[in-house]
């Protein structure tokens, strides 16, 4: 009767070794295997500038930023695909698909930025505060030509 031993072993990090052994001859190749891992762990971060805007007064951008480590850390990297923007509550504020925010009325909202294609979805988002109009007052004296 033949003794089979067959060997699994991780030869680095991303390949398997599998091979068998019969009867304590050599150790005969059945495959090596890729493994696929993640390879960062990939954040983001999401700011707005300015963080407080005017109803009828210029906008905010919203700028989405993906990194190759925790919590928006580490070197900058390209997205996977197209940023997807989102106003948490459209009635205070609007954003398109470029990132640029517009008031709409006095609130707060939040402003979202994610990357759908990238391998865990990664999210980020800033909350805005939007004010009524600046007030405009002049004093002096009018007078008539």
């Given at each position: 009767?033949s ?11 991303n ?59 580490g ?40 990357d ?26 009018l007078?008539?030509?």
């Open positions: 009767m003794e089979i031993l067959r060997y699994l072993r991780e030869i680095s990090a390949v398997l070794f599998l091979g068998e052994q019969i009867n304590n001859a050599n150790i005969r190749l059945i495959k090596i295997e890729s493994i696929l891992r993640p390879a960062v762990a990939i954040s983001a971060k999401g700011t707005l500038m300015p963080a407080t805007i005017h109803v009828n007064g210029k906008g905010a951008t919203f700028t989405f930023t993906e990194f190759d480590g925790l919590a928006g850390t070197n900058v990297v390209p997205p996977s695909g197209p940023i997807t923007y989102v106003s948490s509550n459209v009635t205070v504020a609007t954003v398109d698909a470029t990132g640029q925010v517009a008031a709409v009325a006095p609130g707060t909202c939040s402003i979202s930025g994610s759908p294609a990238s391998a865990n979805q990664v999210s980020a988002s800033d909350t805005l505060t939007v004010t009524a109009d600046a007030a405009v007052s002049a004093t002096g004296v007078t008539a030509n």
